[in-house]
C-alpha cells in the first residue's frame, strides 16, 4: 500500500471551529439578510443599537432554537414509533455543565462506577445521560447489551470514517457525528480497537485491495462525493478489512498453548520479585505483571520482547531506594502509554465537544513521541527485512494469505503494506489488548487471593494436585483445572478489564420494552450509546443477592444454572457478538499460567497498601456501598482499561519445597 504524506495540521480548537462555521455564520447572516429587507423593501430604518443586539443574539437563540428543534423531533418520532426517550438525567445548567462538573469533583474521592451505580438506581437500566446538549444513552440491561453487540450488530458501530460517509451521501446527516474515532484517533489511529470490522451496511462487499476498489461502490461514492473522499473510502476499507483476518491466525490453539514465551518471561518477573521481598520490601504487583504482560505481548508480536523487566522495580514511597531509580526506554515508553491513555478517556466526557478543551494542543500527541521512540525502529526494521527479502527474491511465491510457523504478527502485517502507520496503528491496538487486559486481570486476581486465603488455598491445592510444584503448566494442566477456570471467571465478573464500553447507533432504533410497565425506548440515529458490564456483572437481579461477594464456586454450583446458563449475555469480559475478543483463550492461557507459576513459588499473599499510602483509596471509595464483600482495599480506575491507581503492594511467603 502506498505510504501516506502527512500534512501539518491545526491544533484540535481551531479546526473544530472550523468546521462549525457554517452554524457560525449562518446565524449573523440571516439577520443582515432581514435588516437588509426591510430597509430596502420595506423602508423601515432599525436603530443602530438594535440591530447590534440583533446580531449579538443571534447565535444563542440560533443554538437554543436547534437544541429544541433537535429534541421535538426526536420526542415526534419516538411518539410516531410508540415509544419514548430514555429518562434524562436531571440537571440545572445548559448543557449539563453542572453534572459535569459534579461527575469530575466526585470523581477524585468515590468508586470509579458510583455516579453510574446511583443514576442506575434513580432512573433504572436505561437513561440518558446528556452532555453539552448531546445524548449519550446509558444502558446496563443485557437484552438492549446483546442486540448492540449481536442480534442487531449491524445497525451499530465503532465510529468509522466509511459508515460517516455513508450517511452523509444518504442525506440522513453532515460528514460529522457524535462518534468515538475522532476522540481514539490521536493515539489509537485506524487500528482494531477503533474501527469497524465488517462492511455490513455498505451497498457492495468490501474490495480485496486498494487497487481493485472499483465497481458498484466506487461508482456509488465517485458519483457522490468529490474524490479525495473517494480514496479515503479505499484507504478505510483496506484498513478495516485487515484487522481481525489478519490477526485470527495468531490467536489459533497451535500458537498460544506454546507456553514458552510465557514462562521465560514469567520466571523473570518472579525473580525479582523474590529478590525484593527477601529484603523485607512489598512489591508493587501491578507493575510487575504489566512488565510481564508487555515483554510476553512484544514477543509474541515482534519476535523479540522490550524487555522492561530488566528495569528495577519500584520501590513503596515508605522506602528510600538504595540507588537512584534508572529510568529504562520501556519505563518511558509505558509511563507515556498510561498517560496518553489517561487523557484519551477524558475526551469521552466531552463527546464532539472535546477539542474546545484541548483548544491550542492535543494533549494526547505529546506522549506519542515516546512511544514512536520505542515502536518505530521495530516497525521500520520489519518494512526493511521485508523489502530485502523481496529484493533477493526470498518471498516471491510466498502468498499474503500463508502464516509461516516462525512468522511474527508484524511480519506477517508488512506482507499487507508498507506504511508504517497502519502497521503502528494496528500493533498498538493489540499491545492494549494483549497487555493492558491481561495485567489487569492478574492484578485484581491476586488482590483477590490477598483478601480470601481460603480461596488461595483452595486454589494452590488444585494446582499442587494437577501441576505438582515445580512441573511447568501446559494446556491440558489449564483445561483440567476447573477451579482455577471458575477463579479467573469470578475475577473477570467483578473487575472487567473495559468496566465501560460504546456503539453508536446508525440509524433509528426503537429498544423494546423487556419489562411489564416499562416502555420502548427510542434510539435517535448517529447517538452513542453506552453500556457498562462491570454494573451489570453486579446486579443483584442478575447474579443473585451474593452478587457483590466474591465467590468463585458460583461457576461450579447450581447458581450457573440459574442465572448464566439461562441469560449467557449477563457475562461479557471479552465482548460478544462478531467483535468478540480474539485473544479471550489466550488470556485465559496466559492469566492461569502465570497464576499457576505463582502459586508454586508463594504459599501465601498480604495486602500491603499502606506501604505506598498513595495506593490506598479514600473513605469514600474504600466504604462506598457499591464495594466488593463491602470494602474496597484498592483504588480501581479506568482509561481505556482498567487498573489499580497507583499499584498494588503486596507481600508474599515463599513456598517450602517439601
Known amino acids: 500500500m502506498k505510504r501516506r504524506t502527512t500534512m501539518p495540521s491545526l491544533p484540535p480548537g481551531p479546526r473544530y471551529l472550523i468546521a462549525q462555521l457554517p452554524n457560525v455564520f449562518t446565524p449573523p447572516i440571516v439577520v443582515f439578510s432581514l435588516t437588509y429587507l426591510a430597509r430596502s423593501q420595506l423602508h423601515i430604518s432599525l436603530p443602530t443599537w438594535l440591530v447590534a443586539l440583533a446580531y449579538l443574539l443571534s447565535w444563542p437563540i440560533a443554538f437554543t432554537a436547534l437544541v429544541q428543534w433537535h429534541d421535538y423531533t426526536n420526542a415526534r418520532r419516538a411518539r410516531a414509533s410508540g415509544a419514548v426517550m430514555p429518562p434524562e438525567i436531571a ?92 476522540q481514539l484517533n490521536t493515539l489509537l489511529g485506524q487500528g482494531v480497537f477503533n474501527s469497524d470490522g465488517m462492511f455490513r451496511s455498505l451497498p457492495c462487499e468490501a474490495p480485496a485491495d486498494p487497487p481493485s476498489f472499483t465497481g458498484e461502490m466506487w461508482k456509488y461514492a465517485h458519483n457522490s462525493l468529490a474524490c479525495d473522499i473517494c480514496q479515503r473510502i479505499a484507504e478505510s476499507c483496506y484498513t478495516v478489512r485487515f484487522h481481525r483476518t489478519m490477526t485470527r491466525p495468531f490467536f489459533s490453539r497451535d500458537r498460544i498453548t506454546h507456553f514458552d514465551i510465557f514462562d521465560r518471561h514469567a520466571e523473570h518477573a518472579l525473580d525479582k520479585m523474590a529478590d525484593r521481598l527477601r529484603q523485607g520490601i512489598p512489591v508493587d504487583w501491578q507493575d510487575v505483571v504489566s512488565r510481564f504482560t508487555l515483554d510476553s505481548a512484544t514477543e509474541f508480536l515482534f519476535g523479540k520482547d522490550v524487555r522492561s523487566l530488566d528495569a528495577p522495580l519500584p520501590y513503596p514511597s515508605t522506602v528510600a531506594p538504595p540507588t537512584p531509580p534508572r529510568v529504562h526506554p520501556a519505563d518511558r515508553c509505558v509511563r507515556a502509554f498510561e498517560a496518553a491513555l489517561e487523557a484519551t478517556s477524558v475526551r469521552g466526557r466531552f463527546l464532539q465537544s472535546w477539542p474546545l478543551f484541548e483548544f491550542w494542543g492535543d494533549r494526547v500527541k505529546k506522549y506519542l513521541r515516546t512511544i514512536d521512540e520505542l515502536v518505530d525502529p521495530i516497525v521500520e526494521n520489519a518494512l526493511k527485512s521485508r523489502a530485502e527479502k523481496i529484493n533477493a527474491g526470498i518471498v516471491s511465491n510466498e502468498s499474503k494469505e500463508q502464516v509461516r510457523d516462525d512468522e511474527t504478527l508484524l511480519e506477517h502485517l508488512a506482507k499487507f503494506t508498507n506504511d508504517p502507520k497502519d502497521i503502528k496503528d494496528e500493533i498498538l491496538n ?44 501446559t494446556y491440558e494442566h489449564v483445561r483440567e483445572m476447573k ?72 461457576f461450579l454450583d447450581d447458581r450457573v444454572q440459574k442465572y448464566l446458563v439461562t441469560n449467557p449475555f449477563i457475562f461479557l469480559p471479552f465482548n460478544a457478538g462478531p467483535r468478540i475478543c480474539l485473544g479471550q483463550q489466550f488470556a485465559y492461557n496466559e492469566v492461569s499460567f502465570m497464576l499457576v507459576r505463582l502459586l508454586q513459588r508463594f504459599s501465601s499473599i498480604a495486602l500491603r497498601q499502606e506501604a505506598h499510602p498513595a495506593a490506598m483509596p479514600p473513605p469514600g471509595v474504600e466504604f462506598s456501598p457499591f464495594a466488593v464483600d463491602g470494602r474496597e482495599k484498592v483504588w480501581m480506575r479506568s482509561h481505556l482499561t482498567a487498573y489499580a491507581k497507583n499499584g498494588l503492594w503486596i507481600a508474599m511467603n515463599e513456598a517450602v519445597q517439601e
Open 91 to 182: 440537571h440545572r445548567w445548559p448543557g449539563s455543565i453542572d453534572l459535569l462538573r459534579r461527575v469530575f469533583a466526585l470523581d477524585k474521592t468515590r468508586y470509579m462506577i458510583h455516579s453510574l451505580l446511583e443514576w442506575a438506581e434513580e432512573y433504572g437500566t436505561v437513561y440518558n445521560f446528556r452532555v453539552m446538549f448531546e445524548d449519550r444513552i446509558m444502558t446496563t440491561e443485557p437484552e438492549y447489551i446483546k442486540m448492540m453487540l449481536a442480534t442487531d450488530f449491524c445497525h451499530y458501530e465503532k465510529g468509522t470514517f466509511v459508515h460517516r460517509v455513508q450517511a452523509y451521501v444518504q442525506n440522513t446527516d453532515k460528514l460529522l457525528g457524535p462518534l468515538i474515532n475522532d
Open 483 to 554: 477451579y482455577m477456570r471458575a477463579f479467573i471467571n469470578e475475577v473477570l465478573r467483578l473487575w472487567p478489564p473495559v468496566p465501560v464500553n460504546s456503539r453508536c447507533s446508525i440509524e433509528p432504533m426503537t429498544w423494546k420494552s423487556i419489562k411489564p410497565g416499562q416502555p420502548d425506548y427510542y434510539i435517535p440515529p448517529r447517538t452513542r450509546c453506552l453500556y457498562s458490564v462491570l454494573i451489570m456483572h453486579r446486579r443483584k437481579d442478575l447474579w443473585g443477592p451474593d452478587a457483590m461477594n466474591f465467590d468463585p464456586d458460583r
Open 430 to 473: 493489540i499491545l492494549i489488548a494483549g497487555r493492558d487486559t491481561t495485567a489487569c486481570t492478574l492484578t485484581f486476581a491476586v488482590y483477590a487471593l490477598a483478601e480470601h486465603p481460603d480461596v488461595l488455598k483452595r486454589l494452590r491445592t488444585e494446582v499442587m494436585s494437577v501441576v505438582g510444584p515445580s512441573g511447568r503448566p
